[in-house]
């Protein structure tokens, strides 16, 4: 030892540490690099977590909790759609327990449904703006649970009936708030009343009303929020009713209403009765599923790459037995034979977090171009870093203690 | 001396028990996250009908707005065709067999009072579907093309079908009732679930083979829904079923079956004839570009192989470079706790190839106990992956033996690898140093 050491100043010995490192080249190159290809999963990991996740929490706008919906498919030859659908609407409406009913060609979040193009100009050489289409009657918004913003709701009088092949569409629609700041993104939503809008090109429908949020059946869709109100009701063979009940209520009511709709119509098929719960824990489940695979493993690359130190680090504290006795003979305290595995430990991993950082960004880049994922904010870059420091640490404090417990006796018992 | 080595192995396996078991579940962990993912891969991106994959064709023309690609990429094609199109290829017979073909479902009423009806899923085609893709049949035969032409209420049963209407008996001849109307069985077809599910993937690309089997010409006939992806660029021409069917609106597929590049070399010259003549017509306003695509070739531009699925397996690839970086650092740790006993062998004439070999031995020994315990990751992964997506990766997660294989000699050549250089490091040392700190 080249250094005396004295109580009053600290000696941080960071030359000795980088000197016997260069010795053992290897081996610190390894655990670097380990630390560093564990960084870049990790934080490549967490954000992709935190993006799927702030996905998931995206208002629906829906009553998610009390909510569900169910088909019911004709099969005989006589089958009267448009009276069924009122009979059927009439008593679910009246059912106890139930806020609103009605039928809706198809369900938010649900992955299936239609979609149109509107325009605020007729013709076909000017730009759309794609959305979703959901029909409903004058309880739509109730059903749906969204609220008027700016205009008003259909009337009674403006709900049409729709057949199989039809062209022709109604002439009043409501948009959501989103729909309509697309459309006409230069003015406040509210002026959007009274508006035309062009449907198949050249049709035009007034708009009456702009309701606050919506969500469209397609979840990975990039203009989720897009959707359009039109006042109809559809004569077909499977009509789908969408229903919310009164809070907590939702599972006794749907039993009731399986019950009741299948007894009332021997004619007919009730099937797919789904909550929208379920609904949206299906879309989603590629993102779920991401999400604990993801966790999973970055758990379990925490453990093997910590566990890696610690068999690292155990296996230089008993090669460095003697070593570390003779400089406990020599007069060096506990804690500095502590300090020197720690220290050394943190020269190693600053070295493969600083390389870790350099990697997460090559692999966002990576994702970014392929994947088409966003890219990473810089913030989880630091935070990698330091977690990664902090489990380094932890990992070979057990090993550095043991070192410090090696009696200085054992410098002259070996020889 | 082999025989010795391994014995000398499992004895130094033996000595640093808990170093041994961190090296082993280090490379089974990565083997087993790394054959997780690749088995998804491999089957997402499986040829679904190897023996033929390449004599059958996916068509696409350009029907699509003039003023607007189909979508944001200018070179993309319509990737179905008009119900028009599809019907009048496949009438035109060009190729040796062909099949315009779309989905529709309808409620079936099994016979009997107390039977309950139920909702099942239907596969439009013409008859030369079944010979084009191998279709296997337990009972019957296809329809006949003259039931494709006049439009017969003829009817083929899936396997599950035939047992839940009829027991699982031979149901040729007898009727069902689907949709309201009556149809004739005329066959019923084995298990058939082609992975993906190559002639519809728009429909979704691991669905279930449809339950019914019915003639193309009877959508038209009897106004069957379209359940299928459906998509318009301009409304159709009029109100009613009849105008949507003849609309610019794309919901039909169309295979044909073109048993050399000379057959697809004539077809391509028939499909750009026809658009041609279409272009006469007024229809087709886009510049002339038709495409005819085999199954692998689809399958890659229809993007079958879920993004999430290509992502995971990079991970773990990488996942498993952290585990291999891992062992490396503790065979290193390892050999060098060694190096006395290297040196007093050297010392005692063991030449620097019997070392190596030796070394070589254990890693490899610790290679495949790794191997071996990876795959019960991997299967413990593909049951997690199972419950976590649901039916529709059933298929998609199963080990097969070539996967099995492919995960032991993935494991001992990384674990190998692995061993190299610690393995170099400990064969060169000189054993004189070694010895005086005895």
Redesign the interface.
Known sequence: MSNTHTSTSINWEIGPIFRAMLRNKVGAILIALQIAVTMTIIVNSVYIIVERSKEMQRDSGIDNENSFYLTSVGFTENFNTPVTVEEDLNALRALPGIVDAIQINAVPNSDSGWSMGLKTQPGVEHDGVGTAVYMVDEHGLNALDVEIIAGENFAQTDIGMRVVGQVKWPDKTILTKAMAENLFPDIPYGSVVGKTVYINDTEPMIVVGIIDKLQAPWVGWNNLENVMLSPERMDYKGSRYFIRTEPGQRDSVMKQVEELLANSNKGRLIQNMRSIEETRERSYRGHTAMIKILTTVMIILTIVTALGIVGLASFSVNQRKKQIGTRRALGASQSAIVRYFMLENFLISSIGVILGAALTIGLNIILVNTFGLDRIDWFYIPIGMLVLWIVGQGAVFGPARKAANIPPALATRTV | MFGYYIKLAIKSVKRNPI?SL?MI??IA?GIG?SMTTITVNYLMSADPIPHKSHQLFHIQVDSW???NAFNDDDEALPNQLTWTDATNFTLAKKALRQSAMGRSG??I?PPGDDAK???ASIRLAYTDFFGMFDVPFIFGNPWDSRSDTNREQVIILSKRTNESVFGGENSVGKTIVV??RSFQVVGVIDDWQPIPKFYDVNNGAFNETEELFMPFTLKEEL?L?NWGNNNCW???D???????LQSECINTQMWVELPNATAKAEYMDYLNNYVMEQKELGRFPRPLKNRLSNVMQWMERQEVV???A???MW??F??L???L??T???L???F??KSAEIGLRLALGASKSDLFKQHLVETAMIGLLGGFAGLGFAVLGLL??KS???DFVDDLATLDISMILVALSIALVSSIAAGL?PTW?ACNIAPASQLKSQ
Request: charged share 20%; aromatic share 10%.
């Open positions: 170093l961190l579940t280090a962990l996250a707005d003039p003023n309808g409620i009423e009806p139920f909702e949709a309201g106004e829904p301009k409304s159709p009029g109100e009613g079923y009849k105008a949507f879920e993004e999430d290509k992502m995971m991970l773990s990488m996942f470079l952290v585990c970086l891992n490396i650092g503790l290193l740790a390892k060098t706790g997690g992956i976590l997506y649901g250089y490091r």
